[in-house]
């Protein structure tokens, strides 16, 4: 614990006075400033990654690439996101907090109005070629990829698959089995989808292409179902831990394998260093899953008993907890961002203007109304961290705020508050409320603010 909050506060220093940092920065601002030449963007995103699900978060899981990534990184020891897939999704997407759109867990439909602006058509505006391989999961046909600013799309359309069948679990009004597509149409090919989205991935950087990409690699995995082929699991037969969690563990190393795949193609075609890359999970690992229906029954003698892994953090998936809702994540710019760890809070939704920011476009986003900040001039050292960062979520059970290191809980079922400090207790095991009955009241005043704007539905 302690080693840990030295090494924080040595890291923070490290955005504050840094002087090598302040140069890569002015490089980076001028070269913002001139916009002639435009990073790519590569986001990363598997699915139900857990804060411990990673190497260099000292998981037993082996991740080397995102590790070598990672250490050249600016590592995020505080990225906020939604404890379930489509809100995290959704406001990465718009730059909004996911309940503006009366998102507040897993949905299908129209999710996001037709018309809104996210990220992918914005840049698409300004001359990017903007490229999806893989989960979308932000509306159900016909509110796929190419309505919401994508140029190109592969990958599939619902919350999970069959790794090899590429099929949803199940019908419902709004879903059918099929969900694997290119460009918005339905396709049927053989293989594993983790190879298929890197490989989509890689054709994307390949492209022979005048203008900068952006492209969105949203994996299918580690959310289950799991089903890993032999090269993938036979590393961690030997060890003592539950079937399902080497099928876990199978499915990351396989992912990363495919990520340090798409590192190589950048090198290969000569534009590591001007492609910017962020990694960040969508939600906290889960805990466990079984089913003997669904995937018509395919998994009904697999139980995935141990999934995913959040330690020190408190929570699963669906918990407003820090474990449901701080991931891994880094972003990373060869030559152009120095390495080290930050220790702000950083909200999913801040994304959208931090990358408009990046790729130098000057246009004034106010109409938008982003709940998103630029965190650019942060990442650069052009200014100094916001402490008191504000951040609100809203799932079906619960909603919460952070301010500065205090963080308030609501139960929808109890109407009770639970209060943290995190600063003092990051682990969430000391409830405060009633200790500082001011502080509940002044963050549930805050709460009801933040709820005003949402929409009800
Ligand atoms: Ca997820």
Redesign the pocket.
């Known amino acids: 614990m302690k080693k840990k909050h030295i090494y924080c506060a040595l890291s923070l220093l490290l955005f504050v006075i840094n002087p090598l940092l302040a140069q890569h920065q002015e490089n980076s601002a001028s070269q913002n400033q001139e916009a002639e030449d435009p990073p790519n963007i590569i986001v990363i995103i598997p699915?139900?990654l857990g804060w411990s699900d990673v190497g260099y978060h000292g998981s037993e899981i082996s991740t080397p690439n995102i590790d070598r990534l990672a250490a050249s990184s600016i590592r995020f020891d505080h990225q906020y996101v939604y404890p379930?897939?489509t809100p995290?999704r959704v406001s990465f997407i718009t730059g909004r907090y996911p309940s503006r759109f009366g998102v507040t867990g897993?949905d299908y439909g129209e999710v996001i109005d037709m018309g809104t602006p996210t990220l992918p058509s914005l840049l698409q505006e300004n001359g990017y070629h903007t490229a999806i391989a893989g989960k979308w999961?932000m509306g159900s046909p016909p509110y796929t990829p190419l309505k919401y600013g994508f140029d190109a799309s592969y990958g599939f359309f619902d919350?999970q698959i069959d790794p090899y069948t590429h099929e949803y679990k199940t019908e419902t009004a709004t879903t059918r089995r099929r969900s694997w597509h290119r460009n918005d149409e339905y396709l049927d090919e053989e293989g594993h989808a983790t190879d298929l989205i890197t490989e989509e991935a890689i054709r994307v950087i390949n492209e022979k292409r005048a203008n900068p990409f952006f492209l969105y690699v949203a994996y299918s995995v580690p959310?289950h179902p799991l089903n890993e082929p032999r090269e993938w699991t036979s590393q961690y037969e030997h060890l003592t831990m539950s079937p399902s969690r080497k099928w876990f563990a199978a499915s990351v190393t396989h992912m990363d394998d495919g990520i340090g795949k798409i590192v190589d193609a950048l090198n290969e075609t000569g534009q590591r260093e001007n492609t910017i890359i962020l990694f960040i999970?969508?939600?906290g690992g889960?805990k466990s899953w079984h089913s003997d229906t669904l995937y018509h029954g395919a998994y009904s003698d697999k139980p995935h008993t141990v999934l995913g892994n959040n330690y020190p953090l408190k929570g699963w998936?669906q918990d407003l907890y820090e474990g449901g809702i701080r991931v891994p994540a880094f972003i990373n710019w060869k030559g152009t961002l120095e390495s080290g760890t930050a220790e702000m809070p950083v909200h999913v939704s801040d994304w959208l203007p931090t990358f408009y920011g990046a790729a130098g476009i000057d246009r004034d986003l106010s109409a938008l109304q982003l709940d998103g900040q630029n965190i650019w001039p942060y990442l650069t050292d052009q200014q100094p961290v916001n402490t008191d960062r504000r951040m609100y979520w809203k799932v079906p059970h619960q909603s919460a705020v952070r301010e500065g290191a205090w963080k308030l809980i609501e139960d929808h079922d109890t109407g009770g508050f639970e209060l943290y400090n995190l600063d003092n207790d990051f682990r969430e095991t000391h409830d405060l409320s009633e200790e500082y009955p001011e502080k509940v009241e002044q963050l549930t005043e805050l709460l009801e603010k933040f709820e005003e704007n949402d929409r009800q539905e």
Do not use: W
Request: charge should be negative; hydrophobic fraction near 0%; glycine fraction near 8%.
């Open positions: 699915d139900d379930t897939c995290t897993p999961h919350g959310h999970s969508d939600n889960q998936k």
